[in-house]
């Protein structure tokens, strides 16, 4: 398996552009997460989904971010509109409930974003 | 005051020495604990897991867990520079629960 797949790995955008990044997650997985990355806050959990439905957005940092997953193997992050403070690493990992004892996440390579 | 709190270093030590690295939970509930190592420019990986209290091993890396002043280590022997990373901690409430907590993660060079 190619792992979880990241796209775009960078990206580079003005204020107020509209972003997305997409993922795809490791087949079989029934899990999809959504994380952001700064030096600031850590590794932070923005959303989660399991089979294709929304399961926990609390860390959703507002109305901008929204998520979707509208099949097994596709989930997009969209950022409307973009403000400088996103800048950030957004991962996306994928697991699957039963997987062992510890239903590992498995981290795609991540997307940088940069908003300019 | 985060759910788990991580020192974020960094912290350099020379190849071959015994590295700590340490976390502190607030949340008593949480029984299952994580480390993942992330390489510059990837995604974390998962390196250990453990269950409750105790000590787990797994070659030169141990992790421990104390229940009691809730606080989780990780001890890296016979230090390699393949091992310079940032190593991040991680808790979840139990074994079937998918949301994971993470500390803020130690970035850690080993120097030859």
């Known amino acids: 398996d190619a792992g979880v797949i990241q796209s775009p790995r960078h990206e580079v955008t003005e204020m107020g552009q509209e972003v997305t990044l997409r993922c795809k997650p490791i087949s079989g997985h029934d899990y999809l997460f959504w994380y952001r990355q700064t030096m600031m806050r850590g590794l932070e959990l923005l959303i989660y989904f399991n089979n294709n439905v929304p399961i926990d957005d609390s860390g959703m940092p507002e109305d901008r971010f929204s998520a979707k997953m509208p099949n097994a193997s596709f989930s997009t992050l969209k950022i409307q509109p973009s403000e400088p403070r996103d800048s950030a690493v957004y991962f996306c990992a994928s697991s699957m409930r039963g997987g062992g004892s510890t239903d590992t996440q498995y981290f795609g390579p991540g997307t940088r974003l940069t908003v300019l | ?112």
Do not use: H
């Not at chain 2, 989780?72 to 907590?101: E, H, N």
């Open chain 2, 1 to 112: 005051q985060k759910e788990v709190e991580q020192d974020p270093g960094p912290l350099s030590v020379p190849e071959g020495a015994i590295v700590s690295l340490n976390c502190t939970y607030s949340n008593s509930a949480f029984q299952y604990f994580m480390w993942y190592r992330q390489y510059s420019r990837k995604g974390p990986e998962l390196l250990m897991y453990t269950y409750s209290s105790g000590n787990k091993e797994d070659g030169r890396f141990t992790a421990q867990v104390d229940k009691s002043s809730k606080y989780i280590s990780l001890f890296i022997r016979d230090s390699q520079p393949s091992d310079s990373a940032t190593y991040l901690c991680a808790q979840k409430s139990a074994q079937g629960a998918q949301k994971l907590v993470f500390g803020q993660g130690t970035r850690l060079t080993i120097n030859p």
